[in-house]
DNA sequence: TCGGACTACGTCAACGTTGACGTAATAGGT
DNA sequence: ACCTATTACGTCAACGTTGACGTAGTCCGA
């Protein structure tokens, strides 16, 4: 407490070496235990004390170990975030949501990539849940959810983005594509167009069909047809459709990189966007604005949806119920295509 | 070892708890120590014991603690990729490279954003040291390279991409761009272009130069015109030179983006391309395939360069010297827009 | 038959932290 | 003056795992 505390144990100071809660006790000439105290800001130690120790810290350069934390109070603050892709402009804006709002939470993100393989999902969510995280997000194989399931079953908070799974420790969160198509459609059918055809996902899980159900019972009398959701193939199925001579003066496309696949489709063939075929795609992804002409389509906020999952997720871990599921409002954005 | 070694300890097998070496241990009437071994294969038991164990582990679900084992062996399996920003089509396909790559080196990604912002990088990276992190991978804050050092320092192995710093403990991965340069202006050249001009980037750090002063050495009396990087700054920058009745028939733009601004910045003008001006761009983002006119531009191997990350980084903390910096090399893809 | 090597285990401590609990000193009320 | 709270600590064990080391039993060669 004199002026000749600094000479103390000069070795300690090595930053090569990480400093321990016992490094910076013995600095202070208190025990572990306070210095933890003072850490983690539990009271019961004098302002005095805090000072020095604080100073230690500083000294030393600690930083906690959050392994041995974690070890013992169960809390690794880590949360995983799963996709299918990453390389696709969807999901990376919806990690950006994720990742920051776990970010001011005080949580640090796991991210991890599935390529749609079910042998991955599951060797992804097993290492999660050695590496002890906190809480999944994760957009599930298409397929098959008894992967997801056992996890949450076996006590790990879960949410899944844009599906369904009814369990007591699995939180949904989704936008509301249903509104989405029907904006769409009303959108159409304001410009004029009456004989509506919709590009389809070929992959139809549960929860893809949710457009697709939604377009047939808007549009009894709608061409419907499914492709892979890929910018070659909405070229092609969008050809082939034209080929045939089927008659349609407004296209709504599962994706917009499928509705930018169409719009190429439909000039090569001679046609206009939208001049004679107005066209509508889905997500908004960045590329919409650019191209010629710009791709009107329904906009979906990713970055919101990645923060109302992160959101969710903390209620879920911090509660015994799980809470509702949410929806996020879709809007229309309308640009030269339609 | 009969038949009546099934209902022991019944309430072990409970799914809902997480199961231990002990518990494991018990069930089969070895040590854990023992369990240990055969979890990490380390010999020093009989295959008879081998199989109990493995059953046993199967049948309560055993997963190690990977927390409680970084602990003590101070090695966490992760490693963190540090990126600026993500809702971009480069950083996306890095990330798949990283992730991948560690994927199948048995290591976990954490992936961070920085938003280009210091205070939020040194706060990451201090968070990622807390967690235990084996390695870094990061593109670093383009004017501040001494918090990354700070950690590299204190024994935290880091590869650095797309940028030089000089320490024993990081590694530099880079894509050759000054390649990619020379190939986009002997391209031009080709295509019968003789006044070149360059959109280069605005904010200038270190390794953004690199492709200005490459690009300024090869074409002496070339026109070089700075803007920030996004569509709407390369429209704009373009739609200036133009109205400034500057002459240039060829352009090379900084990177994709910008270069789809200066394409339909042209074309605004009343000007076509490649007619009036060829136009190559830098990345090969997806979206410059589907572009109108499809995007000339310089291929970037962004998942090799994400998988080459990971090898180095394997490489720098398995050794005691640093290995080399590593060149990736890029590659000319011509489409209509040259 | 003995010694050395090898096999197949077990024991104990440690990694760095926090939960539970104990305690000396001081303050405050009557 | 005495009892009770409160403050400011300290002690100890535990989290789940692995490193270091110990040890019974077996095998094999001389």
Redesign the interface.
């Known amino acids: 407490m004199t002026s000749d505390d600094k000479p103390i144990s000069a070795a300690a100071s090595i930053?090569?070496q990480?400093a321990t809660l016992h490094d910076v006790a013995e600095r202070v000439g208190v025990s572990p235990r306070t210095v933890s105290r003072v850490v983690n800001d539990e009271g019961g130690f004098s302002s005095a004390t805090r000072e020095r120790v604080l100073n230690a810290i500083n000294e030393l350069?600690y930083?906690?170990?959050?392994?041995?934390r974690?070890?013992i109070t169960n809390r690794?603050n880590?949360v995983a975030?799963v996709v299918p892709?990453?390389?696709?402009?969807f999901?990376?804006?919806v990690?950006?949501g994720v990742?920051?709002a776990a970010?001011d939470r005080g949580l640090?993100?796991?991210?991890?990539?599935t390529e749609g393989r079910l042998e991955l999902q599951r060797?992804?969510l097993?290492?999660?849940?050695?590496?002890?995280i906190d809480g999944l997000i994760l957009f599930p194989h298409a397929e098959d959810l008894d992967d997801v399931a056992r996890f949450a079953?076996?006590?790990l908070p879960t949410v899944v983005i844009d599906d369904a799974l009814d369990h007591p420790n699995v939180c949904v969160v989704r936008s509301d594509l249903e509104h989405g198509v029907s904006l769409a459609v009303d959108h159409l059918r304001e410009r004029g167009r009456t004989s509506l055809a919709m590009l389809a996902n070929e992959a139809s899980p549960r929860r893809k069909l949710r457009r697709e159900t939604t377009f047939r019972s808007m549009v009894p009398n709608g061409i419907v047809v499914k492709s892979p959701p890929t910018?070659e193939a909405g070229y092609r199925a969008t050809a082939e459709l034209l080929a045939r001579e089927e008659r349609f003066d407004g296209l709504f496309a599962f994706n917009d990189v499928m509705a930018?696949g169409a719009i190429?489709a439909i000039i090569d063939s001679g046609r206009s966007v939208p001049g004679d075929i107005s066209v509508v795609g889905c997500d908004d992804i960045?590329?919409s604005?650019?191209?010629?002409p710009g791709l009107t389509t329904i906009r979906i906020d990713r970055?919101r949806l990645g923060a109302e999952a992160v959101s969710r997720l903390i209620q879920l871990r911090d509660s015994v119920t799980a809470p509702p599921a949410s929806t996020l409002t879709v809007s229309l954005v309308v640009r030269e295509s339609s």
């Open positions: 930053p090569g990480k350069g930083r906690p170990n959050l392994l041995a974690s070890l690794s880590t975030f892709v990453i390389d696709d402009p999901f990376p804006e990690a950006q990742q920051a970010r640090t993100m796991f991210l991890a990539v060797q992804v097993e290492r999660m849940a050695s590496h002890g079953g076996q006590g910018f930018a190429t960045e590329m604005a650019l191209l010629t970055e």
